[in-house]
């Protein structure tokens, strides 16, 4: 489905200065794993991106990999622009459950091995966030996930255009959230980007813009780290 506006040409309307950082302290492995092994009480800020949905909902899900690098990073993909949805976006490696995914981290999981070659050897699921449902209808429940670095991945060509990775700090400081709205259809929908420049696996530059359920979902997770 075609988006109707240009997310990057909307004005940013705020951002989130005011709020602190996750500290790098509680960005560390252990930490990360204590904060899902323990998680205090928190509220997701976003769970329903809006009421546009076409069809029945659909079960799915997404890895959110944590690279332990010596400064983690959240390992992202851009979609390739022909899919059927979110065609050219910003997302995790992810997609609808099938019957035989025993539970949703398995899905993630299957969906982060046939979308980008990572193996489940190489991710350590901590747990899962609260469900997120887009506008087309996927009820996409986050699984998070510590990563071993440079595992060699084999990227689907027809699904992803390019592979980066973004530093969890930068995508855990507010003060990077940018905030925008525009009404659609008679609806205002409000919407948080996380614009970044950096490199894609191969090195080339690029302005990457994070944005609709991909941020949403970095923003919960704020939220819990934060929390």
């Known amino acids: 489905m075609a988006l109707s506006f240009d997310p990057q040409a909307l004005p940013v309307i705020g951002t989130d200065e005011h709020l602190p950082p996750v500290r790098l302290a509680h960005l560390s492995p252990q930490a990360l794993r204590h904060r899902f092994a323990s998680p205090p009480p928190w509220t997701p800020e976003t769970r329903l991106e809006g009421p546009a949905r076409v069809r029945e909902p659909a079960q799915a899900s ?4 944590v690279v332990l690098r010596s400064d983690p990073t959240v390992l992202l993909t851009q979609r390739t622009d022909h899919l059927t949805h979110h065609a050219g976006q910003i997302s995790f490696p992810g997609g609808r459950a099938e019957s035989d995914d025993v539970d949703a981290a398995a899905t993630a999981l299957r969906e982060a091995r046939e979308e980008i070659g990572l193996e489940a050897k190489h991710v350590e699921v901590l747990g899962a ?9 996927f009820v996409v429940t986050p699984v998070v996930g510590l990563v071993q670095p440079d595992t060699g991945l084999r990227v689907d060509p027809f699904e992803v255009a390019a592979v980066f990775e ?16 525009i009404e659609v259809a008679g609806v205002k929908r409000q919407f948080v980007s996380m614009p970044w420049q950096g490199a894609d696996v191969h090195g080339r530059e690029q302005r990457f813009f994070i944005w609709g359920a991909t941020a949403a979902m970095l923003r919960n997770l704020y939220r819990l780290l934060a929390a």
């Open 62 to 65: 997404v890895l959110v990999p």
């Open 166 to 181: 973004v530093p969890l700090a930068f995508l855990m400081d507010p003060s990077n959230h940018r905030h925008h709205a």
């Open 129 to 137: 966030m609260p469900t997120y449902t887009t506008g087309t209808g």
